[in-house]
């Protein structure tokens, strides 16, 4: 009887041993799932703000892309179709808004018609004193670039960043190549073009990359024009 007994009893702890088992890796499977959406919530949270905050970085610049000044160099050179903002100190009505026509002309109250196209912001704020003098004494004048679209060079190819690029000052092949993010590692470096428009005609310029950074070919490393095109093969 008593041997009866123990073997019953072995087999209930046994029972009871494998219950607890179980249910244990009922709740590590559990747990297991809870962490995993946890993490799967906590991932999607994070990009939906991520996305958030990039729409949000986006539409900020595009809203303010027409009222800030663009951070252009002293070297920049003034160009049709840029939006100045000129503004004369202590006066009044002498701060407005001015579009560079075709010609490179613009209009000032007092100044009339002045040359704007091809003066850095600089040269242009001393030529509106000189004209401005006449009736204001002692004027100041600031000016700056609202919107830079004349001095537009294009990058196209295999490169990392093709696109547009603004030429703040002097920029030559090399640097507008850094601007776009260098050559992919397929590029072929020595059948780099460069295409120019002038009122004759259509201009094509080779371009050397291994030549010139060995300095063999400086002088293929020419000075850009506004609308200048840069085709990497």
Same mark, same amino acid.
Request: glycine content about 8%.
């Given at each position: 009887?008593?041997?009866?007994?123990?073997?019953?009893?072995?087999?209930?702890?046994k029972?009871?041993?494998?219950s607890?088992?179980?249910?244990?890796?009922?709740?590590?499977i559990?747990?297991?799932?809870?962490?995993?959406?946890?993490?799967?919530?906590?991932?999607?949270?994070l990009?939906?703000?991520l996305a958030?905050?990039?729409?949000?970085?986006?539409a900020?610049?595009?809203n303010?892309?027409?009222?800030?000044?663009?951070?252009?160099?002293?070297s920049?050179?003034?160009?049709?179709?840029d939006?100045?903002?000129?503004?004369?100190?202590?006066?009044?009505?002498?701060?407005?808004?001015?579009?560079v026509?075709?010609?490179? +002309?613009?209009?000032f109250? %007092?100044?009339g018609?002045?040359?704007a196209g =091809? /003066? #850095?912001?600089? *040269?242009? $704020?001393? !030529?509106?004193v000189k004209?401005?003098?006449?009736y204001?004494?002692h004027?100041?004048?600031?000016v700056s670039?609202?919107q830079?679209?004349?001095?537009?060079?294009?990058?196209?190819?295999?490169?990392?960043?093709?696109?547009?690029?603004?030429?703040? +000052?002097?920029?030559?092949v %090399?640097q507008?190549?850094?601007?776009?993010? =260098? /050559? #992919?590692p397929? *590029?072929? $470096?020595d !059948?780099?073009?460069?295409?120019?428009?002038?009122?004759?005609?259509?201009?094509?310029?080779?371009?050397?990359?291994?030549e010139?950074?060995?300095?063999?070919?400086?002088?293929?490393?020419?000075?850009?024009?506004a609308?200048?095109?840069v085709v990497?093969?």
């Amino acid at each position: 009887m008593r041997s009866h007994h123990h073997d019953l009893y072995c087999i209930i702890l046994k029972n009871v041993y494998n219950s607890n088992v179980y249910l244990s890796n009922i709740f590590k499977i559990q747990r297991s799932g809870i962490m995993l959406i946890k993490s799967i919530v906590f991932r999607s949270a994070l990009y939906l703000l991520l996305a958030l905050f990039a729409s949000s970085a986006m539409a900020e610049t595009k809203n303010n892309s027409g009222s800030m000044p663009v951070p252009a160099s002293a070297s920049y050179l003034i160009g049709p179709g840029d939006v100045l903002n000129i503004s004369v100190w202590k006066e009044e009505g002498m701060q407005k808004e001015v579009l560079v026509r075709p010609d490179g +002309g613009i209009t000032f109250p %007092l100044a009339g018609e002045i040359k704007a196209g =091809g /003066l #850095t912001a600089k *040269a242009l $704020s001393d !030529e509106l004193v000189k004209k401005l003098k006449k009736y204001i004494p002692h004027p100041s004048v600031t000016v700056s670039v609202l919107q830079s679209v004349s001095n537009k060079i294009y990058v196209i190819g295999k490169v990392n960043r093709p696109g547009e690029f603004i030429a703040t +000052g002097y920029m030559d092949v %090399l640097q507008a190549l850094t601007m776009a993010g =260098g /050559l #992919t590692p397929y *590029a072929e $470096s020595d !059948e780099i073009k460069i295409i120019r428009r002038t009122k004759t005609g259509t201009l094509m310029k080779l371009f050397d990359y291994d030549e010139v950074i060995s300095g063999e070919r400086l002088d293929m490393n020419i000075i850009l024009k506004a609308g200048d095109t840069v085709v990497v093969p």
